[in-house]
């Protein structure tokens, strides 16, 4: 199973499209926040279901701060980042994905694309898709409980 991951397009939709462009097929698609305008265009003009979690900079009441996807064996937990504190450094977002036993932690909010191993668990941050910066996304490739990911430039 394929995952397309993106978070901060803050607006960018053209961005947030041309990712899904770029993936290819795909089984579905997380926006980490930041963008949840940009989330909701691309479920209405794809036709598909993008999970989606509240940034920072999202004012939606009905977003969730966090949530949980099963995906066959695999567990993953997606959320912004900024309740985590992870511009400071990601032992609390590691101390969650730990208490909820997820596999996977999606995260966003620092700007900064990242995969790294900790704990037993893969964290992947997709970087940003906001005007002005490089932009990139992340392909989050579930193998029964387990998954890998890769980052790609925009």
């Keep these: 199973m394929r995952l397309l991951v993106i978070s901060d397009s803050h607006g960018n939709y053209a961005h947030a499209f041309r990712a899904h462009q770029m993936a290819g097929d795909v089984d579905g698609i997380v926006h980490l926040g930041d963008g949840s305008e940009d ?9 598909v279901t993008v999970h989606k979690v509240a940034g920072n900079c999202d004012f939606d009441r009905c977003l969730p701060a966090e949530l949980t996807l099963e ?3 695999c567990r993953i ?4 980042g900024n309740r985590e504190r992870v511009k400071s450094g990601l032992k609390e977002l590691i101390g969650k994905g730990v208490a909820a036993k997820a ?19 893969l964290l992947v941050n997709p970087g940003p898709l906001k005007e002005g910066l490089p932009g990139s996304f992340a392909i989050v490739t579930v193998h029964g409980a387990t998954a890998s990911a890769e980052i790609y430039p925009l």
């Design 71 to 73: 995906l066959g064996e």
């Design 39 to 47: 989330a909701r265009m691309l479920e209405e003009v794809l036709g």
């Design 103 to 121: 596999s996977v932690v999606l995260y966003g909010h620092t700007h900064l694309p990242a995969v790294e191993a900790a704990d037993g668990m």
């Design 77 to 80: 937990l997606a959320t912004h």
